[in-house]
């Protein structure tokens, strides 16, 4: 079997592993197999909330893994949000999606090219979809995987890091932004 040396630790690793077994970082996206050999690893300092949680041996990776499935089959799906935000008629996302069957493209790159949006208009599409997007450890903490104060003490920890801000000197919770509301029930079937 092919070896290369793993880019975080630079011990000699099987191409097609998950995991090293030196330092233990992951080699490969599950969701993508996108391979850390063929790149340079992400910055420690930008680390996902999720990443942070599987560090600290707070979740597992089944548990991350199953959250992050949760999370991505309550997003609404883009010709939703178009549709709802008058972008686009239910015969134009109907075109739209007829159109991804033949191509191996996304909804909103296909309703660019064929002129029925503008970048800018995706854009904006895009961002209120994420803002419906339930965040991991809300959807952690749905799921029973971890406590809210686990979750709490967590992202406080996080943001310190992340942010180079003090834990001591981050806002009380109760002037911070509240989490977006779950995400409500796609108007489309499932496999569209």
Avoid at 68 to 81: A, N
Wanted: a neutral charge; proline letters at 8%.
């Amino acid at each position: 079997m092919a070896t290369k040396n793993c880019p975080y630790c630079h011990q000699p690793q099987q191409v097609d592993a998950l995991k090293c077994t030196q330092c233990s970082e992951y080699l490969r996206c599950k969701f993508c197999a996108a391979s850390a050999f063929n790149s340079q690893p992400p910055p420690r300092d930008t680390v996902g909330f999720g990443q942070h949680l599987l560090d600290r041996q707070l979740v597992t990776l089944d548990e991350l893994l199953t959250a992050l499935d949760v999370q991505m089959s309550r997003r609404k799906r883009i010709g939703v949000v178009a549709r709802e935000q008058k972008k686009l008629s239910p015969s134009q996302v109907y075109t739209v999606l007829n159109a991804q069957l033949n191509a191996n493209k996304r909804f909103g790159q296909l309703a660019v090219e064929s002129g029925l949006l503008t970048v800018q208009e995706l854009d904006t599409l895009l961002m209120q979809q994420r803002a419906t997007t339930v965040p991991i450890g809300q959807m952690l903490c749905e799921l029973g995987f971890i406590t809210k104060d686990l979750l709490d003490k967590e992202l406080d920890e996080y943001e310190s890091v992340q942010f180079a801000i003090p834990a001591s000197n981050l806002p009380p919770k109760s002037l911070r932004p509240a989490p977006p509301p779950a995400a409500s029930s796609l108007e489309f079937p499932e496999d569209w």
